[in-house]
Nanobody, 124 residues
Framework: QVRLEESGGGLVQAGGSLRLSCAAS????????MGWFRQSPGKEREFVAA????????GYSDSVKGRFTISRDNAKNTVSLTMNSLKPEDTAVYYC?????????????????WGQGTQVTVSS
């Protein structure tokens, strides 16, 4: 069992930055792939980024590549998402997720545990 809690969301102007954090509790955090997804009203949950065991095994969606950075600290059981050059279309509820395997996946169905989400609003 892995419990996840996101923090760091908020309101920011276009072009600004935010850093989301996800604290994980439970066993075997280091054996889980961690991912970030987002969902805006009327849309399906969308993959944002995922990270495997090391910071070298990472994937991003095309819409955030070059602007967002995912990282993890296995000693602290945390995963972060640094978001730069934010756009109004980045507005969504952002979810942290954990997968019971270490290889990253872009599919929400592959993730076993989810946080409650944190709202990110980017104003134009």
């Amino acid at each position: 069992q892995v419990r996840l809690e996101e923090s760091g969301g908020g309101l920011v102007q276009a072009g600004g930055s935010l850093r989301l954090s996800c604290a994980a509790s439970g066993r075997s955090f280091s054996s889980h792939c961690m991912g970030w997804f987002r969902q805006s009203p009327g849309k399906e949950r969308e993959f944002v980024a995922a990270i495997g065991w090391t910071n070298s095994n990472i994937g991003y969606s095309d819409s955030v590549k070059g602007r967002f950075t995912i990282s993890r600290d296995n000693a602290k059981n945390t995963v972060s998402l640094t978001m730069n050059s934010l756009k109004p279309e980045d507005t969504a509820v952002y979810y942290c997720a954990a997968r019971g395997r270490i290889d990253p996946s872009k599919r929400a169905v592959d993730y076993d545990y989810w946080g409650q989400g944190t709202q990110v609003t980017v104003s134009s």
